[in-house]
C-alpha cells in the first residue's frame, strides 16, 4: 500500500517542530538535534513525562544541562536543562488541542 508523507506542521519555533504526517499518522517531534516518532496516543504520554520531568534524572554538572533521560540505547543519552524542557513543552501545548481532534477522528474512522 503507497502512501505520501503528507506532513502537517502544528507548531514550530527557532529549535523545533510538532507535525503530522496524515498518511501514516505518525507524530513528529523535532527538537534541538533529537527527533521523537510517536503515535497520538504516546504524545500524551511523552508530553506528560517533558511537563513533569518524568523519568529524568538529576545530572549535575557545571553546563546547565542537568536533567538526564535515559533512552533505549544503553549507552546514549538526553540531556536538558530546565530552558530546554520549558521550550519543548511550549511546542508540545501550541500542538496538543489538534492532536487531541485528530485522535477523536482516528477513533471515529474506525468505528
Ligand atoms: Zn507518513
Redesign the pocket.
Known amino acids: 500500500m503507497k502512501?505520501?508523507?503528507?506532513?502537517r506542521t502544528l507548531a514550530e519555533n527557532t529549535i523545533g517542530y510538532v507535525g503530522i504526517?496524515?498518511?501514516?499518522?505518525?507524530v513528529n517531534v523535532a527538537f534541538q538535534n533529537s527527533l521523537f516518532c510517536l503515535t497520538l496516543d504516546q504524545f500524551e504520554t511523552f508530553s506528560e513525562m517533558i511537563f513533569e520531568r518524568q523519568a529524568m534524572r538529576p545530572f549535575c554538572t557545571t553546563h546547565g544541562k542537568e536533567l538526564l533521560l535515559p533512552t533505549p540505547m544503553p549507552n546514549y543519552f538526553l540531556l536538558f536543562s530546565d530552558d530546554d524542557l520549558n521550550s519543548l513543552s511550549t511546542l508540545l501545548r501550541e500542538a496538543a488541542p489538534v492532536l487531541a481532534a485528530e485522535q477523536i477522528l482516528d477513533l471515529s474512522r474506525a468505528n
Request: charged share 20%.
Open positions: 502512501h505520501n508523507h503528507n506532513f504526517c496524515d498518511g501514516c499518522r505518525t
